[in-house]
């Protein structure tokens, strides 16, 4: 069988070989102001809250070591819901731990923006300002939605975010992830009413697809062949198919729906210097290369410091909703998906 | 009356004056902590299930109290679907529970069959194995897909089919899980009892079998009913197994359905609370029920008369005992160990076909290299020890205190101190976990943020679980025994220290072992007490199965197995040297 141009760049051999919105530019190193690395290694030490994986943050506190090893990273993880409730107390008790607030959520990090101290980070122009919610808060992260599937157990893979409502996938062969479950999703349930087609989430429910907390289970649920497809973070899936496992995945030519975290610095930081710096690293290319190389992550700079892994710019295109309508519109439509799929709440 | 003769008659009374206020001090005492252990972090939960405000954040407004998230919660089908597969699946596996735990504590305290030894202590581990890994170990077992037994079954020919992504499947798995719990009380019970009972029905010409049901097990009663609550009540908070089995099948459980609403983007934890509290009034009918029913009795095994057990003679019926035994730790032991250590060891979890199973190249360390690359494991080991240690050694301090005031002394108010002691029952982990953080994130002298909130939370929240364990021992020592002590001149610590403490060793170390296990598990308690620097295990783990890796998971899960299996084996040890050394068995 021939396979065609997207099924090809689902293959491992093809990861790292295109470009995002246009050529990939030179990448500038980062350069940190002396001050500002004498001072934070003074102090030595920083303190993350995060809602993504620990071991993909644990990835990027790895990374950031190599080039600053005198500032020792901790990191509190938890789900969305549960961060938020917890920096909420902690600060109003007085005792927010976290230097730095990391949030795949941008709305519920804007809930709490009197909290982020004013930071910009020195190639501020360089960000796209549509992935901007608050000049406080920054897309260190921005993970993407990819299609995959078990190539051992299927042999017609699905080539659009379309072929997801395809009959031929229905019976419980396909894996979603509850749209209540947090800022990724929420914005790739948009995406699909959005830009697919209103009666999109009817027509995909019609196959009667199994429904999962997350992406992380989802994914292991595909590579275990208890479902046989579905859409996962690229970046979940990219590390997987790294080591070997029985995973495939493209970009949908429809669009790829990209979701900018909201990060920011605690105003009440106890190590402002080395959460700026460990911003700085972050948000500069170096940190940017990092997260696109090592995490299958894309970036929300305008112009990609290296080629995105599995994204062909002359078929993808990104897609991040407008923000008043990712507020305005979350409770009626998480309802409205909550009774299409029959997902109790 | 001479002189010395009067002057001790009026300083008699004088002292027992002097000391009259003794006893109520002590329970206003008890009181207060478990007010702050208890009251006020469950005071908290009920603020947020009346209002729909986080009450740390926005302020107590007890003039904004409403029953609107309960009229939202009660009216919504989905809960009322949640909680009738909570109790279906809670109930079911509280049966299959209290047959194999009896059974077997049965088979190995009161009979002769074969390496009870062996049986004894492998039959535990499924206590060592977090909810979430049972769900997965049977996942990996009995998924309708891609199950090991089907395909197996289908290799042999066999037309066998298990599903356990179902109600039966979930029951199932949690009868055969908290087994041990209902073991644990019973067996205690067991070995507590005065063989001569039983010696006295079989005189009387009674079966073995009518000796059974009509001896030992109604005088067993209340460590069965407590066997049967605590198992009851547990797996109503249990959120793993339901999240790995109900899931895929859309089974929605009262635990999985509340951490949905706390996970969720916004989280609604005011709703969460509410139905907490539902699940509440259910578990307080079941305590109420279990206190009805061993009201007024006396189940009292243990007199100032030595005994030694006698195990029943089971001729050749014992290989019978033994091979049903050995059938049931296949099922409960091996079984989801040699899938745990399929997927801890093997690259990835997809089997194509039966030779793919043995190929020798699909599997390696790479998980646990992965894991112990992670700073935060070694962290969280080290932590969770120390947090063990630490709610062991405070709460079994608390729960002996506790229990004794309760079972044994007619001290003012401990029938208050019961019902506060018995209210963390009720409340699953998930919710009080965030009632802890909004009850003591204030307190001073920097406790939040450290491993001592987590053992107070594990204290609290456990503080059921071990005093139901150490009253059971407590309740079968004869008052005669204390009275003895008392003749003979020993005030009240000294009795506790000379006849009590010793006589309840046993239970002491058994209640203590249980707090050391569970707060080494507890996870919904932790996710909102840890800090940077307290991570524990069960948030790790947490992290590891939410990160999709089922290998890492699986390769923790045994790391914490080992470790548990270490401390247990040590405190069998310690037990049995507690045995020997009691004064009832030495005579």
Known sequence: MKLSRRQSIASLASLGLVARFGPARAAKPFTPDPALVAAANKEGALVLYTASLTEVVQETINNFNKSFPGIRVSMVRASGGQLITRVRSEAAAGKLEADVIDHSDRGQSKSIEELFADYAPPNAADYMTETLVSPKLWPTTTPAWCIAWNPEIVSNPPKSWMDLCNPEYAGGKIGQVIAPSGGTTWTRVMFERQVLGEDYWVKQAATKPKLFPSSAPLCDAVIRGEVAMGPILMSIVYGKKKDGAPIDMIYGPEGVPITPYGTGIAASAKHPNAARLWMDWNLSDDGQIAAIRDQGNVTALRNPPIPTPAFDPKVNKLWTPEFGQFQKLHDAWLDDWNKTYGYRQ | ?587
């Open chain 2, 1 to 587: 009356m001479d002189a010395q003769a009067q002057s001790l008659a009026v300083a008699v009374p004088n002292r027992h004056a002097e000391r009259r206020w003794l006893p109520a001090a002590w329970s206003g005492l008890l009181i207060a902590v478990l007010s702050f252990l208890v009251l006020y972090p469950t005071a908290m939960l009920l603020i947020g299930a009346l209002t729909t405000t986080n009450p740390v954040v926005e302020g107590y407004h007890f003039a904004d109290l409403s029953i609107g998230n309960f009229l939202t919660v009660v009216t919504n089908p989905n809960v009322g679907s949640a909680l009738a597969n909570s109790l279906i699946a809670c109930g079911g596996g509280t049966i299959v529970a209290v047959t194999i735990g009896l059974s077997f504590a049965w088979v190995v305290v009161r009979t002769n069959t074969p390496c009870k030894g062996l049986i004894a202590s492998a039959g535990m581990l499924p206590l060592f194995v977090p909810p979430l890994v049972a769900g997965v170990a049977w996942s990996i077992l009995g998924s309708p897909k891609t199950g090991l037994l089907n395909m197996l079954a289908a290799k042999a020919g066999i037309p066998f089919h298990i599903d356990l992504y179902t109600m039966p499947g979930m029951i199932f798995v949690f009868g055969i899980y908290y087994a041990p719990y209902v073991y644990m009380f019973t067996a205690a019970a067991l070995r507590n009892m005065d063989p001569s009972l039983e010696e006295a029905a079989e005189i009387s010409g009674a079966s073995a079998a009518r000796t059974i049901a009509t001896v030992t097990f109604p005088l067993i009663l209340p460590a069965i009913i407590s066997g049967m609550l605590l198992s009851f009540v547990v797996m109503l908070g249990i959120y793993g197994v339901p999240a790995v089995l109900g899931s895929p099948a859309n089974l929605s459980l009262l635990t999985t359905y509340i951490f949905a609403l706390t996970a969720w983007s916004p989280p609604l934890y005011n709703t969460a609370a509410a139905v907490a509290v539902i699940l509440m009034v259910v578990t307080g009918f079941m305590v109420w029920l279990q206190q009805k029913v061993l009201s007024g009795r006396s189940y009292t095994t243990v007199a100032g008369k030595a005994f030694r057990p006698r195990p029943l003679n089971l001729g050749a019926w014992r290989f019978l005992t033994l091979a049903m035994a050995m059938v049931y730790l296949l099922v409960v032991v091996v079984l989801p160990s040699i899938a745990l250590f399929i997927a801890a060891f093997r690259k990835f979890l997809f089997i194509r076909d039966i030779p793919s199973l043995f190929d020798a190249k699909q599997y390696g360390w790479q998980h646990f290299i992965k894991m112990f690359d992670n700073p935060l494991t070694i962290t969280s080991i080290i932590n969770s020890m120390k947090v063990g240690v630490i709610t062991a050694v405070v709460g079994g301090i608390l729960a002996f205190a506790i229990g004794y005031t309760v079972t044994r002394s007619r001290a003012p108010g401990r029938r208050t101190i019961d019902v506060i002691t018995t209210i963390p029952v009720a409340i699953p982990g998930l919710v009080i976990g965030v009632a802890y953080l909004w009850a003591w994130i204030g307190v001073p002298f920097g406790l939040y943020g450290t491993l001592w909130i987590l053992a107070l939370a594990f204290v609290a929240r456990f503080m059921p679980d071990t005093v139901k364990a150490l009253s059971t021992s407590l309740m079968q020592i004869h008052r005669e025994l204390e009275e003895a002590a008392w003749i003979c001149g020993r005030g009240t610590l000294g009795t506790i220290g000379s006849i009590v403490l010793p006589l309840a060793r046993p239970g002491v170390v058994a209640a203590m072992t249980l707090l050391f296990i569970l707060a080494i598990r507890e996870l919904g308690s932790s996710l909102f007490l840890y800090s940077s620097g307290t991570m524990v295990m069960a948030v790790q783990l947490l992290g590891y199965y939410e990160g999709g890796n089922i290998g890492i998971t699986a390769a923790f899960s045994l790391v914490q197995m080992v470790l548990l299996g270490v401390l247990i084996t040590v405190t069998n040890r310690l037990s049995r040297g507690a045995n020997r050394a009691s004064p009832i068995r030495t005579g």
